[in-house]
């Protein structure tokens, strides 16, 4: 089974809208790591966000939020207000104790002005 | 405090050809991470290296080897080059420890053709 699964290919977002890219996840370590990196043309994978799978509280970093739903395996990224220089490659990380990162297959995200 | 540096940044190799890549991690980290990027497969994790010894093992042949030197940074080496090694490839650092906190930062990539 894949780790972790983004069933968005590519998403359109109206510029000062918000959009949100989805993450499911698959783990029986109690124990985890969930993570958000953001790839622009240039290629360098950019470190977004971070929840851990014991953080009671979603984690926000200024426009970006992750909505961690525990039960559902689920962690999708909220960005809000977007911007023309969000339009990037987004991927969604898995890390287990002591394990490698698990990375989805990514999501295209255009910002229309 | 400087990132993560990856050279050379372009290559261009035969078919054939052998190829190292270099990666210097973040001051302090010791661990580094290895990724190759195609369009057809995505991401795809190589190695994984801490203080010296390959922690993780991706999926990939024998020809794409690695390893770390006691300063923590990390090369790279593929052999006997094949067209469908041409890449995007990536090396991340992290601290280090196996905790699943530990967040990885990544270089700018050396981009690989081989013709």
């Known amino acids: 089974a894949q780790k972790i699964t983004q069933t968005q290919p590519g998403m359109f977002v109206q510029e000062k809208e918000a959009v949100t890219l989805d993450c499911t996840y698959d783990t029986s370590d109690p124990s985890y790591g969930l993570f958000w990196y953001k790839q622009p043309s240039s290629g360098e994978m950019i470190f977004l966000i971070y929840q851990g799978s014991y953080d009671q509280q979603n984690a926000t970093e200024g426009r970006y939020s992750l909505n961690f739903q525990k039960a559902r395996k689920s962690a999708n990224l909220v960005i809000s207000a977007s911007q023309l220089g969000d339009s990037a490659m987004y991927f969604c990380a898995m890390r287990e104790t002591g394990n490698q990162f698990y990375f989805g297959t990514g999501t295209s995200l255009t910002v229309i002005p | 405090k400087a990132g993560v540096t990856q050279t050379p940044r372009y290559l261009i190799k035969t078919r054939g050809q052998q190829v190292t890549l270099s990666c210097s991690p973040i001051s302090g980290h010791r661990s580094v991470s290895w990724y190759q990027q195609t369009p057809g497969q995505g991401l795809q994790f190589l190695f994984e290296?801490?203080?010296?010894?390959?922690?993780n093992k991706g999926n990939f042949p024998g020809r794409f080897s690695g390893r770390q030197f006691s300063n923590s940074r990390s090369e790279m080496n593929v052999s006997t080059l094949e067209l469908g090694d041409s890449a995007l490839y990536l090396c991340a650092s992290s601290l280090g420890s196996g905790a699943p906190k530990n967040i990885q930062y990544f270089g700018a990539g050396t981009r690989l053709s081989v013709l």
């Open positions: 290296y801490f203080s010296e010894t390959q922690r």
